[in-house]
């Protein structure tokens, strides 16, 4: 009888040492699938996967799935089904987009960390667990990479520019002459929100420049009367370098950035293509900042310059209904406001949510539509709307479950799937957008 009782005993820990962890690419970049899968399983059997992160706070975030393996003993997390855990369903991104904090919570965990001394971003790690019967049986580390290990950075040092160049190491070398784009960050100001999506795009083959507009040594320190001139200076810097297609030049930003690559570009010909990730085709009034209570104060100032100019902006509404084009005054204030787009010189790609409730990008992607349909252009422009996404969408695949959570006083808005579903799409696309753009462009009108 004894025997008999070992037997099954034996037969579950041969089998559980046979179920083995696969991770396909340990380091990958940031918005590349995990590519992980379990094999060796019985058909039909269960097993869980654990993911966990640290912040860059040192806040640890968890996630779990509960998979059940096909007749063939295989689970892959891109197309299994989680039947538990902390998101349901067939998800790719699911085991990263719904982890879970242990303690305080931050919107965009994902932990960005420079190397001491260094411009280039330092990979994030992450651990995976695979468990049977509650115990862990197999264990892999993988590392995630905003620009991937072969991305050269470096400041820029030239009059009218605080800017960094992030690009791949053999593009200064290969002879070839390369896809630029200048990145903006948003009204956060400084220069790492442009840092980030310039390494992102130099891991995708671009040269990448990073321009800070407000809020750094030597620029304004609110988001009232700031220039946009440095964008044209970058244009100047870029063209002369040896490495850089001159007439493969584009921009974008995000937020108040990619309200400024418009602004940008409506103004300047050499610029081949534009990507607004949530901002607004007409600018909306200043911001003062370091004032208490939310840091950020709205004021009926203008927010951008051109050339010393003030440029035009829509000033507050209680009700703004800036799509009803029956409330004449509204449609007189937009019409004042808005950039004249129509005249960038290559194609225009503009990310919205339609929940954020801070930029209210996805009514104002649909004002700039109504526009370019009254002012018909023969260049590819680009719509991505995401229903359920606010203001904080990302091209990098990182939790959501606290993306619409900044505090008591600044509302962004968006669900957490709504959120992983405008990260896992957006960049794919933009990136495709921006080859197909820039590797086509045009020479520049003088």
Not at 239 to 250: E, K, N
Request: hydrophobic share 45%.
């Amino acid at each position: 009888m004894r025997r008999l009782l070992v037997l099954p005993f034996v037969f579950f820990c041969l089998h559980a040492a046979a179920a083995q962890l696969h991770v396909t690419a340990p380091d990958s970049l940031a918005d590349a699938p995990l590519g992980v899968h379990v094999s060796g399983l019985q058909p039909t059997e269960v097993v869980e996967l654990r993911l966990s992160m640290q912040d860059a706070a040192g806040g640890r975030w968890r996630s779990r799935a509960v998979f059940r393996a096909d007749l063939d003993g295989q689970v892959d997390a891109a197309t299994s089904a989680s039947e538990t855990g902390t998101y349901l369903g067939v998800d790719p991104t699911g085991l990263l987009w719904s982890m879970q904090p242990e303690g305080a919570a931050r919107p965009l965990p994902f932990p960005v960390k420079k190397r001491e001394g260094q411009l280039d971003f330092m990979p994030a790690g992450f651990t995976l667990e695979m468990v049977q019967a509650g115990q862990v049986r197999d264990t892999r580390s993988v590392r995630r990479w905003i620009g991937g290990p072969d991305v050269t950075a470096a400041a820029v040092e030239h009059a009218g520019l605080t800017a960094h160049l992030y690009m791949p190491a053999r593009a200064r070398t290969d002879g070839r002459r390369h896809p630029a784009v200048i990145t903006l960050g948003g009204s956060e100001g400084g220069i790492q929100s442009a840092d980030m999506y310039a390494a992102w795009l130099a891991s995708h083959g671009f040269v990448a420049m990073s321009v800070a507009y407000y809020r750094m040594p030597g620029l304004p320190k609110d988001l009232v009367r700031v220039p946009i001139d440095p964008v044209f200076t970058a244009v100047d810097w870029l063209q002369a370098q040896r490495f850089v297609d001159p007439s493969g030049i584009g921009v974008m930003g995000g937020s108040w950035g990619g309200t400024i690559a418009m602004a940008a570009a409506a103004h300047d010909p050499r610029l081949h293509a534009v990507v607004s990730f949530v901002g607004s085709p007409a600018p909306f009034r200043g911001i003062r900042r370091d004032v208490a209570p939310a840091d950020f104060r709205a004021v009926d100032e203008p927010g951008l310059t051109l050339a010393g100019k003030e440029l035009p902006f829509l000033p507050y509404r209680e009700d703004a209904r800036w799509l009803d084009e029956q409330d004449a005054e509204a449609q007189a204030l937009l019409g004042a406001a808005l950039l004249p787009i129509e005249k960038i010189q290559g194609p225009l790609m503009l990310v919205a949510g339609g929940d954020d409730r801070l930029g209210d990008s996805g009514s104002m992607a649909a004002v700039a539509q109504r526009y370019l349909a009254r002012h018909p252009r023969t260049y590819p422009d680009r719509l991505l709307y995401f229903s359920d996404a606010g203001h904080l969408i990302s091209p990098l695949w990182q939790p959501t479950t606290y993306r619409h959570d900044l505090g008591p006083h600044l509302e962004v808005g968006g669900t957490p799937l709504g959120y992983a579903r405008a990260d896992r799409e957006s960049g794919a696309a933009v990136i495709a957008f921006l080859r197909s753009a820039l590797q086509n462009a045009p020479a520049a009108s003088p």
